[in-house]
C-alpha cells in the first residue's frame, strides 16, 4: 500500500477514537458506530458529516488491515509521531533528505547511508511510492461498504435471500465520472495527469503526495459538473439482494468479495461487509448448530415414563420417549433439527424436560395425591443434603 504524506500526517487511531494498542475487533466496533453515525443516508445534504464518514472509513482502511497498519505504525514511528515537520527556515516546503537522520553522506560506500547504493529512497520507495516522470496514477480499489440487517429467528437458521439499500462513493452519473459538464476534462498540467506530484531531498528519497490542483484526479475539469463539483465522484444509492447463509448468528459478520463501493481507475471494487441481527424467537433458542426448547411434562409422565410430542421448527412435531423417573431440568437429544451447518448437515433439538406443578386440584386429584404421599411417607429426598451438610 502506497501511503501519502497526507494520510502519514493523520492520526487514524484519533479519527476512530481509540487507542493506538486497540484490538481489530475494537477498531472494527469503532468503525460501525461513527460509520452509522456519519453516513449519508443519515445525513441528507450535510457535506461535513460526508466528509467524515469518507475520513472514518479511510481510517478503517487501512487499520482494519495488518500489513498496511504495520506500514503506517512503522512509517509514523520513523518519521514522526505528527507527521513530517518542516526544518528552520523551510517555510512551507519540506526539505527531508533521510539520509541525514542517520548520519549518511552522499557518495560513500557507493552512494547512501551506510554505503546502501540507491539512497534510502530506493529502501523505502515502495512503501511511499515515488513520483517523476512516467508515473501514472495507480488504479484504487473500492471502498468497503457496510450496512446491517435484520432477520427472523426462522431465517436465521434456513437463511433468506433480502434487499439492502447501500450508498457508496461511485462515479458520477451526471458527467460519466469525467468531473466536467461536457465530458471534456483536460490533463493537469502540475502532475502530467497521473494525480500525483513528488517532493523530497537528496538521496533518491521521495515522497508522494496528491496533485493539489487536481486533488489527486490528474484531471482539471474547465466546466465542473454540477453534481460532483468536478470530483467526478458522487455518492451513489443503489439496492441489491444478498442471500445471508443458512444458520447464521446474532451480530455476526458477514463478507462479500467484490460487493462494495466500485474501484477508481479500473482498480476492484471494495467488499461489503453485512452485520446480522437475529429476532428472538418464542419458544426456541440457540446453542451453536443446535435449537433448544423447553417441553413441560405431567409428574406422571416423568414418573412413570411415555410418549411426548415435541414441537419442531417449521416441521412436524416428532415423538419423544421419556424412560421412568425422569428428572426435571434432564435435557434429551433430538438429532437432525438443528440449524443448517455449512456442510449442509443439521444440528439438533435438545429438548429440556420441566415438571409441571399444577396450581389447582380436583377433587380426585387431590386424593390421589394425598394417597401417594402416605405411600411415600417413608422417603426424604432431602436427606442427603443435610448429611453433607454435616460433611459425612
Same mark, same amino acid.
Given at each position: 500500500?502506497?501511503?501519502?504524506?497526507?494520510?502519514?500526517?493523520?492520526?487514524?487511531?484519533?479519527?476512530?477514537?481509540?487507542?493506538?494498542?486497540?484490538?481489530?475487533?475494537?477498531?472494527?466496533?469503532?468503525?460501525?458506530?461513527?460509520?452509522?453515525?456519519?453516513?449519508?443516508?443519515?445525513?441528507?445534504?450535510?457535506?461535513?458529516?460526508?466528509?467524515?464518514?469518507?475520513?472514518?472509513?479511510?481510517?478503517?482502511?487501512?487499520?482494519?488491515?495488518?500489513?498496511?497498519?504495520?506500514?503506517?505504525?512503522?512509517?509514523?514511528?520513523?518519521?514522526?509521531?505528527?507527521?513530517?515537520?518542516?526544518?528552520?527556515?523551510?517555510?512551507?516546503?519540506?526539505?527531508?533528505?533521510?539520509?541525514?537522520?542517520?548520519? +549518511? =553522506?552522499?557518495?560513500? #560506500? /557507493? @552512494? &547512501?547511508?551506510?554505503?546502501?547504493?540507491?539512497?534510502?529512497? %530506493?529502501?523505502? !520507495?515502495?512503501?511511499?511510492?515515488?513520483?517523476?516522470?512516467?508515473?501514472?496514477?495507480?488504479?484504487?480499489?473500492?471502498?468497503?461498504?457496510?450496512?446491517?440487517?435484520?432477520?427472523?429467528?426462522?431465517?436465521?437458521?434456513?437463511?433468506?435471500?433480502?434487499?439492502?439499500?447501500?450508498?457508496?462513493?461511485?462515479?458520477?452519473?451526471?458527467?460519466?465520472?469525467?468531473?466536467?459538464?461536457?465530458?471534456?476534462?483536460?490533463?493537469?498540467?502540475?502532475?502530467?495527469?497521473? +494525480? =500525483?506530484?513528488?517532493? #523530497? /531531498? @537528496? &538521496?533518491?528519497?521521495?515522497?508522494?503526495?496528491?496533485?493539489? %490542483?487536481?486533488? !489527486?484526479?490528474?484531471?482539471?475539469?474547465?466546466?465542473?459538473?454540477?453534481?460532483?463539483?468536478?470530483?467526478?465522484?458522487?455518492?451513489?444509492?443503489?439496492?441489491?439482494?444478498?442471500?445471508?447463509?443458512?444458520?447464521?448468528?446474532?451480530?455476526?459478520?458477514?463478507?462479500?468479495?467484490?460487493?462494495?463501493?466500485?474501484?477508481?481507475?479500473?482498480?476492484?471494487?471494495?467488499?461489503?461487509?453485512?452485520?446480522?441481527?437475529?429476532?428472538?424467537?418464542?419458544?426456541?433458542?440457540?446453542?451453536?448448530?443446535?435449537?433448544?426448547?423447553?417441553?413441560?411434562?405431567?409428574?406422571?409422565?416423568?414418573?412413570?415414563?411415555?410418549?411426548?410430542?415435541?414441537?419442531?421448527?417449521?416441521?412436524?412435531?416428532?415423538?419423544?420417549?421419556?424412560?421412568?423417573?425422569?428428572?426435571?431440568?434432564?435435557?434429551?437429544?433430538?438429532?437432525?433439527?438443528?440449524?443448517?451447518?455449512?456442510?449442509?448437515?443439521?444440528?439438533?433439538?435438545?429438548?429440556?424436560?420441566?415438571?409441571?406443578?399444577?396450581?389447582?386440584?380436583?377433587?380426585?386429584?387431590?386424593?390421589?395425591?394425598?394417597?401417594?404421599?402416605?405411600?411415600?411417607?417413608?422417603?426424604?429426598?432431602?436427606?442427603?443434603?443435610?448429611?453433607?451438610?454435616?460433611?459425612?
Amino acid at each position: 500500500m502506497n501511503l501519502s504524506r497526507e494520510v502519514l500526517e493523520k492520526d487514524l487511531y484519533k479519527v476512530l477514537g481509540v487507542p493506538k494498542d486497540a484490538t481489530e475487533a475494537e477498531i472494527k466496533k469503532a468503525y460501525r458506530k461513527l460509520a452509522r453515525e456519519y453516513h449519508p443516508d443519515a445525513n441528507k445534504g450535510d457535506a461535513k458529516a460526508e466528509e467524515r464518514f469518507k475520513e472514518v472509513s479511510e481510517a478503517n482502511d487501512i487499520l482494519s488491515d495488518a500489513k498496511s497498519r504495520k506500514e503506517y505504525d512503522e512509517a509514523r514511528a520513523l518519521l514522526g509521531a505528527g507527521g513530517f515537520r518542516p526544518g528552520p527556515g523551510a517555510g512551507g516546503n519540506f526539505n527531508f533528505d533521510l539520509n541525514d537522520l542517520f548520519g +549518511g =553522506q552522499q557518495g560513500q #560506500g /557507493g @552512494g &547512501g547511508a551506510g554505503g546502501f547504493g540507491g539512497g534510502f529512497g %530506493d529502501m523505502f !520507495g515502495g512503501l511511499f511510492g515515488r513520483g517523476g516522470p512516467g508515473t501514472r496514477a495507480q488504479p484504487r480499489r473500492g471502498q468497503d461498504v457496510e450496512s446491517e440487517v435484520t432477520l427472523s429467528f426462522t431465517e436465521a437458521v434456513e437463511g433468506a435471500t433480502v434487499p439492502l439499500r447501500m450508498s457508496s462513493s461511485a462515479a458520477c452519473k451526471a458527467c460519466s465520472g469525467t468531473g466536467d459538464k461536457n465530458g471534456t476534462p483536460r490533463v493537469c498540467p502540475t502532475c502530467v495527469g497521473t +494525480g =500525483q506530484v513528488s517532493r #523530497g /531531498g @537528496g &538521496g533518491g528519497f521521495s515522497l508522494t503526495d496528491p496533485c493539489m %490542483d487536481c486533488r !489527486g484526479r490528474g484531471l482539471i475539469a474547465e466546466d465542473p459538473c454540477d453534481v460532483c463539483r468536478g470530483s467526478g465522484r458522487a455518492t451513489s444509492s443503489r439496492t441489491m439482494h444478498v442471500r445471508i447463509p443458512a444458520g447464521v448468528a446474532d451480530e455476526q459478520r458477514i463478507r462479500l468479495r467484490g460487493k462494495g463501493a466500485p474501484g477508481e481507475r479500473g482498480g476492484p471494487a471494495g467488499d461489503l461487509y453485512v452485520v446480522v441481527h437475529v429476532d428472538k424467537h418464542p419458544l426456541f433458542g440457540r446453542r451453536g448448530d443446535n435449537l433448544t426448547v423447553t417441553v413441560p411434562v405431567t409428574f406422571p409422565e416423568a414418573a412413570l415414563g411415555g410418549e411426548i410430542r415435541v414441537p419442531t421448527l417449521g416441521e412436524q412435531p416428532v415423538t419423544l420417549k421419556l424412560p421412568p423417573g425422569t428428572p426435571s431440568g434432564r435435557t434429551m437429544r433430538v438429532r437432525g433439527k438443528g440449524t443448517v451447518r455449512k456442510d449442509g448437515t443439521r444440528g439438533d433439538l435438545l429438548v429440556t424436560i420441566e415438571v409441571s406443578v399444577p396450581r389447582e386440584l380436583g377433587d380426585k386429584a387431590r386424593e390421589a395425591l394425598a394417597a401417594y404421599r402416605e405411600a411415600t411417607a417413608g422417603e426424604d429426598p432431602r436427606a442427603a443434603l443435610f448429611k453433607a451438610a454435616k460433611g459425612d
